[in-house]
């Protein structure tokens, strides 16, 4: 029987390969971020408008959405029983709580002294080159490949798709696209569309989707014969000229 993937539901007979490579995108993404988030937690500041009578009172010394995100937290949404609170973990929390959960998770296998292999859970997780943003998802993007065969790995993709959402709206950043030359095999139509980080290429007519191998045999198959029909098209009509 095959399994689905806890992400897309599509057919999965091992790990979801599309969805473990936006996962590991995103992951890839976040630290390139750090440096304008850090820059953002000076606000903004200038004169009063004209006409206006300035400000009540002082401003505060940092831009609290920045510091909610980038400040220390708990690795799960706090309570908020007076409703103030913006219901996000911090991304710092929130990677070394999907870290260590995944390490809790994750067999370990080592030999004793006597040859005795022991299986057991492992109580942290280890970085390389310092507990840094990079580091932290280095790591979880390893991992990526078990995590998303587990029950819990679409709860893990949501919440760093939610995370990459807000980083993204603070920065300002939005993904590349780029519009492939080759037509929809479905609709025909000249609307495919690749993003950058995201694995399926789009038509932004139709919806169809096609994997980046099938795609380029897709085009590898039909562009001959479209640019022959446009030699052709374009003899023609300097002969009628």
């Given at each position: 029987m095959t399994s689905r993937c806890c992400v897309c539901s599509r057919p999965a007979a091992d790990v979801c390969e599309p969805c473990v490579h936006q996962?590991?995108?995103?992951?890839?993404?976040?630290?390139?971020?750090l440096p304008m988030l850090r820059s953002l937690l000076r606000p903004a500041a200038?004169?009063?408008?004209?006409?206006?009578?300035?400000?009540?009172?002082a401003p505060l010394p940092v831009d609290l959405r920045v510091l909610d995100l980038l400040g220390p937290g708990q690795p799960l949404p706090p309570d908020d029983p007076y409703g103030d609170q913006d219901g996000h973990v911090p991304a710092g929390a929130l990677r070394y709580g999907w870290?260590?959960?995944?390490?809790?998770?994750?067999?370990a296998v080592r030999r004793d002294r006597y040859g005795t292999v022991h299986i057991e859970r492992c109580e942290e997780p280890l970085v390389r080159g310092?507990?840094?943003?990079?580091?932290?998802?280095?790591?979880?993007?390893?991992?990526?490949?078990?995590?998303?065969?587990?029950p819990w790995g679409s709860e893990?993709?949501?919440?760093?798709?939610?995370?990459?959402?807000?980083?993204?709206r603070m920065v300002g950043a939005v993904p590349q696209r780029t519009t492939k030359?080759?037509?929809?095999?479905?609709?025909a139509a000249f609307a495919l569309v690749a993003t950058d980080g995201e694995w399926w290429i789009r038509c932004e007519a139709c919806g169809h989707e096609m994997a980046?191998?099938?795609y380029d045999e897709h085009r590898a198959r039909v562009m001959p014969q479209l640019a022959a029909v446009a030699v052709h098209l374009l003899a023609r009509a300097s002969a009628a000229a």
């Open positions: 996962l590991q995108a995103w992951l890839a993404e976040l630290p390139t971020h200038g004169p009063p408008r004209r006409g206006s009578t300035g400000r009540a009172h870290a260590r959960y995944i390490a809790s998770e994750f067999p310092g507990a840094t943003v990079a580091a932290w998802c280095a790591w979880l993007s390893a991992y990526a490949p078990y995590a998303l065969t587990q893990l993709y949501r919440q760093l798709e939610d995370l990459l959402r807000r980083v993204r030359d080759a037509p929809c095999p479905s609709c980046p191998e099938d």
